[in-house]
């Protein structure tokens, strides 16, 4: 499964290449930039606290009362993140794009950023409740969906703003499995009981070091692109086109590196 998942990828991202240009494949990967910066930065690092906490509040039987707070607070930071969004369009647009006119694609930025995030809090949270088929499932049809759809709409518009849609639609037709999962096995275990005493002094401080671990990573993985963007010589478009070259560069060797790194995981 995950071989063919990274089959599906990797020839996605050659189709794209080849219906994109350099400029507007430069685009849609600062905009996946975006959303691995964004994602856990609008939860608060919450999620990341599944592995460790899910199964002591399940035995506990108060997973229920531990989830809804975390969605609470994890919902307040999309819905802050989205509004500044919405009153900056431009300020992000230059961000994220180099370019105040792409605050055009802002409404599809925040959908599809809300679809990434809520896709990711169900999948970090079958994670912790070892449904490990169910991840994998909800990894697949993520994949395959958005590279059905993607390709489809790259055909029809030969824009790379259609990878907006597409991305959402794929996150939630992908999280399906995961929902009927939680509802058919774990839905006694995810009603509302009574509050879970002293759960945030304890997860606060775990969800604040692995927030900072993941900024700290996922900046590591987008600065190069930002730097390119802002600091290459010309306009906007000038960056962008650099951009999208250094995105077909990387997909051999990204390749390369899931291979090792998924027969790493074999051996081990």
Partial sequence: ???????????????????????????????????????????????????????????QGVLGSYLRSLSLISGCGLIALSMAMCLT??????????????????GWLISTLAAVTIFNFVNELMSALRQVRVVSAMQFINSVAFALLGMLGLMWTQSWSVLLPSYTVACLLALVPGLWILRQSHG???????????????????????????LLTNMFDVCDRGLLLHLTPGDAATGQAVIGQYHCGRIIPNLLISVAALLSGILL
């Fill in 188 to 214: 006694q275990e995810l009603r509302i009981s009574a509050p879970v005493v002293g759960m945030w002094a304890r997860v606060v401080p775990f969800a604040i070091t692995l927030w900072c671990m993941n």
């Fill in 89 to 106: 369009p431009r300020s992000f647009a230059w961000l994220v794009f180099n370019d105040v006119e792409a605050a055009r694609h802002i």
């Fill in 1 to 59: 499964g995950n071989v063919l998942q990274a089959m599906v990828g990797v020839l996605r991202n050659l189709r794209f290449c080849r219906f994109l240009g350099n400029g507007e494949l430069g685009q849609w990967a600062l905009a996946n930039s975006f959303f691995v910066l964004a994602a856990p930065l609008a939860v608060l690092g919450l999620p990341g606290s599944f592995g460790k906490f899910v199964e002591i509040y399940r035995r």
